[in-house]
T-cell receptor, first 113, second 111 residues
């Protein structure tokens, strides 16, 4: 099992450009999450999904959109990138509802110039 | 507002020098807590789930404990390979399925 994978691993964008980050999991998990991690601020939840076809806003959703068309994939889109979106992005998945651990991908380092 | 804080921000230990990391939270009605380890350039890796006050969990040189107001991660006789950032997370008041992460403690163990 590959677990949770993310593509790309690194990306540099110019202000105003758009891009999509792809997360895939092979554990048949219902829940999927997108976080951003910035120095000194910990992981902050951007958007999440409780199942195929569903999405919901997290703590810091502005400037991002998501889609979960297939259970195994969760896409994070930046329509018009801004320097404030320079960060490391992590995808995670979780199995059953309730107090269960999340499994994280390796991250995508995004720089917006 | 629900908050999770961790202290110290960074910790340097000599190999074999035991110490503890702290995780404090303001979430009312705590319903469990997670500890994760994060190596540089990688995603967090799950270590423990603590379900209620008084519970303890152990894994190799790590022992996690939980009270009603805080959690400790005790590291006994650490080795250089224990160097990492340790994150704690608590479920949000509104849902077990979303968590709030603390900022982490960066641990360096010097040979």
């Amino acid at each position: 099992n590959a677990g949770v994978t993310q593509t790309p691993k690194f990306r540099v964008l110019k202000t105003g450009q758009s891009m999509t980050l792809l997360c895939a999991q092979d554990m048949n998990h219902e829940y999927m999450y997108w976080y951003r991690q910035d120095p000194g601020m910990g992981l902050r939840l951007i958007h999440y999904s409780v199942g195929e076809g569903t999405t919901a806003k997290g703590e810091v959703p502005d400037g991002y959109n998501v889609s979960r068309l297939k259970k195994q994939n969760f896409l994070l889109g930046l329509e018009s990138a801004a320097p404030s979106q320079t960060s490391v992005y992590f995808c995670a998945s979780k199995g059953p509802p309730g107090l269960n651990e999340q499994f994280f991908g390796p991250g995508t380092r995004l720089t917006v110039l | 507002e629900d908050q999770v804080t961790q202290s110290p921000e960074a910790l340097r230990l000599q190999e074999g020098e035991s110490s503890s990391l702290n995780c404090s939270y303001t979430v009312s009605g705590l319903r469990g807590l997670f500890w994760y380890r994060q190596d540089p350039g990688k995603g967090p890796e799950f270590l423990f789930t603590l379900y209620s006050a008084g519970e303890e969990k152990e894994k190799e040189r790590l022992k996690a404990t939980l009270t009603k107001k805080e959690s400790f991660l005790h590291i006994t006789a650490p080795k250089p390979e224990d160097s990492a950032t340790y994150l704690c997370a608590v479920p949000m008041k509104t849902s077990y399925d979303k968590v709030i992460f603390g900022p982490g403690t960066s641990l360096s163990v010097i040979p």
